[in-house]
Each structure stands twice: as C-alpha cells, then as structure tokens.
C-alpha cells in the first residue's frame, strides 16, 4: 500500500503514510474537525505551559493513546525524552517513540514486521530507524 505525501504530492510508501498519518494526528485539536470531533491527539492544548514531570508524562499518554486510538500501523512501546537539560529547560527537547510497525494493521492484522523510532521534534517527525 502506498499513499501521498501531503506537502509535496508525491507517491510515498506505506511507511512514510503511517508517519504522515502521526502527524496528521498529533497536529489535530480534538474537537476541530466536523464529522469526527473526538479525532486528534489532545497535545496542542497543553503546548506553552511549563514543563513539569507531570505535564510531560501528560504528554508522553496522550501522544500514546492517541496513536494507539487512530494509527493502527503503529502500537507504541516506549516514548523517551531526547536532548541535555540545558535543551530541556530551553524548549529544545525532543521526544523519541518507538513503535511496532504492523503494515497491515488497518486491514486487521496485526502482525509486527519491526520495531521502529520517531522522533519528534520542533520541525516535526523524523524516522531514527
């Protein structure tokens, strides 16, 4: 299965759309679009507070539960911070999840091919392996 990329066009492989399909996800506000309101990833909300152990352990369940709720390409077995404290304290960190990738997971089967890592940072996802 292949589908297309949203910025460029382009032909993209089924990999590149379940990742695309995060995006689409964690960029959502629940609630903003029409026909589906409980759709997207609840984290744009709490974008700007402080940044706590609390509230990043908010972050860390709501990206989770959310990809869990609507990619079924993808079940989430860790996600860790990425960068020093001094990052953190700036607002440059980032967030690595670690997935179990099952190509065929929106057709109901749910077998694993791999384990792979997405990072998340301020420009976005980026595929670490």
Same mark, same amino acid.
């Given at each position: 299965m292949s589908g297309i990329d949203r910025h460029t066009g382009k032909i993209i492989d089924n990999f590149a759309s379940a990742v695309q399909g995060i995006e689409v996800i964690l960029?959502?506000?629940i609630g903003s679009r029409v026909l589906r309101r409980e759709f997207g990833g609840? !984290? +744009?909300? *709490?974008?700007?507070? &402080? &940044?706590? +152990?609390? &509230?990043?352990?908010a972050f860390q369940? &709501?990206? +989770?539960?959310?990809?869990? *709720?609507?990619?079924?390409?993808?079940?989430?077995?860790?996600?860790? +911070?990425?960068?020093?404290?001094?990052? !953190?304290?700036l607002g440059k960190a980032g967030l690595v999840i670690e997935v179990?990738?099952?190509p065929l997971g929106h057709l109901g089967d749910f077998t694993v091919e791999s384990v792979r890592s997405i990072a998340l940072r301020g420009n976005g996802l980026q595929v670490v392996s």
């Open positions: 960029s959502t506000r609840g !984290i +744009a909300e *709490l974008l700007g507070r &402080l &940044l706590t +152990a609390n &509230l990043f352990a369940q &709501l990206i +989770a539960t959310a990809i869990d *709720l609507w990619e079924p390409r993808f079940h989430v077995r860790r996600i860790s +911070a990425t960068g020093s404290v001094d990052d !953190i304290r179990d990738y099952r």
